[in-house]
């Protein structure tokens, strides 16, 4: 099964990965219709939704084709971050790279799931291939930015945010997300019960493991309710951390955006149907698969903004339902396969797991080293993207 991670985790290596693959010749074509794609994006976008796409002013084709990586990496935005992994996943399905032929399932966790789109659908026609992604990104890039349009709530007074800081310092800043570790599902949902936020509700957007949740919300509740059970985490040995995201993924508030997102479907184009899909792609909000999925588009919205994530409950079906014995992890991050190890800790299945590097180089392209950037984000090695880029020709505007 071909394994795909999201958002949440730490990103520091990712723009050095992606600035190594970008530097390997055969993925020329792939970068160059990408960065169109950005571009046609950018022109869509009305001037206010538009800043959403490039937060800092800059874009992925400044990051890559500059000789200095920006002083603090990629932004800490939830649409900046989303589309890289996103770039980054889909290089790894082109068709002229190696991948493992014998594969029988994807699986995305969160935004991973358009990967997992991408390689079910299985196109074997470079030009092909260039049509579905660029659907895909387009797909990707306005649900990301519908869902920072819509993601807006009350600022945490500046004193609430200092007494966190001086609780829990190697956080991110308070956000509209927070992972706990070390609750059962049952305890996490009898201390929601007794919350009664006035800003709206705290949702379980992700349940990763048995004692890994995240919870998605405004920033005000969210901190309220750390400050609530502050004590009973810290005698229980729990932990609470924020995420880097903007954006309350897999959360009902949402909904207006997944509302203004059909009428942005003309622009981001058709994409095949579930029956179309060679391989189960499975979901990540039950135990079944797409193939029998009438619309991609709207699955992607759903699951991605609104539907919560039961990662146990669907990992453990896919691998009983594709009878799997092998995950290949496309990255960019370890969380997926983290989260994936410890659901499957006592499944009947022996399931071995290995990193999708030895099949992510065309032969005679020497981009082995640009995927390994990702566990040693920095590092100063030939290949893994620090050095000197080749420059993409084209008519480059304003976007991508």
């Known amino acids: 099964m071909l394994l795909f991670d999201g ?55 400044q990051w890559l084709t500059s000789t200095t990586a ?10 900046t971050a989303g589309l890289c992994i996103h770039v980054y996943q889909a290089c790894q399905l082109q068709p002229i790279r190696r991948h493992p032929d014998d594969a029988v399932a994807a699986l995305g966790h ?20 260039l ?15 519908r869902g920072r349009q819509y993601a807006g709530g009350p600022a945490p007074a500046p004193e609430a945010v200092d007494r966190y800081r001086t609780r ?24 929601l019960a007794e919350s009664d936020g006035t800003d709206g509700p705290i949702t379980v957007s992700l ?42 993924f897999h959360s009902p508030r949402l909904l207006p955006a997944v509302h203004r997102i059909a009428g942005d479907r003309d622009f981001i ?14 979901a990540t909000d039950a135990p079944r698969d797409l193939r029998g999925a009438p619309d991609l588009v709207d699955e992607f919205c759903q699951q991605v903004l609104l539907r919560p994530v039961e990662w146990e409950h669907v990992t453990r079906h896919a691998v009983t339902d594709s009878a799997i014995d092998r995950i290949v992890d496309h990255g960019p991050g370890a969380g997926a396969r983290r989260f994936t190890k410890e659901c499957l800790r006592d499944h009947p299945r022996r399931v071995a797991f290995e990193s999708a ?44």
């Open 269 to 282: 184009g058709p994409l095949p149907g579930g029956d179309r899909l060679r391989l189960p792609v499975y």
């Open 207 to 248: 349940a990763n493991a048995a004692l890994a949740h995240v919870l998605s919300g405004p920033t005000v509740e969210l901190l309220d309710f750390y400050f609530r059970h502050e004590a009973r985490f810290a005698q229980a040995g729990v932990t609470w951390t924020f995420l880097n995201n903007t954006i309350p």
């Open 7 to 61: 958002l949440g985790g730490a990103n520091d290596g990712l723009l050095p990965a992606l600035r190594g693959l970008y530097t390997i010749p055969a993925n020329a074509t792939y970068f160059h219709a990408a960065f169109r794609v950005l571009d046609e994006v950018a022109a869509y976008l009305e001037p206010a939704d538009r800043v959403r796409l490039c937060p800092d002013g800059t874009t992925l084709r």
């Open 131 to 145: 049509e579905v992604t660029a659907a895909c990104l387009r797909l990707a890039a306005v649900t990301l930015v």
């Open 168 to 191: 829990v310092r190697r956080s991110a800043a308070p956000g509209p997300m927070a992972a706990l570790t070390g609750l059962r599902r049952d305890e996490l949902d009898d201390l």
């Open 110 to 129: 969160s935004i991973g799931l358009l990967a997992a789109v991408v390689a079910g659908l299985g196109v074997r026609r470079t030009d092909d291939y």
């Open 357 to 400: 590097r030895q099949f992510s180089t065309p032969p005679g392209s020497g981009g082995q080293r640009a995927m390994s950037a990702l566990s040693g984000p920095g590092r100063a090695t030939p290949g893994n993207g620090i050095g000197a880029v080749r420059p993409v020709p084209g008519d480059h505007r304003a976007g991508g």
């Open 70 to 79: 920006p002083p603090d990496g990629i932004p800490h935005d939830s649409v």
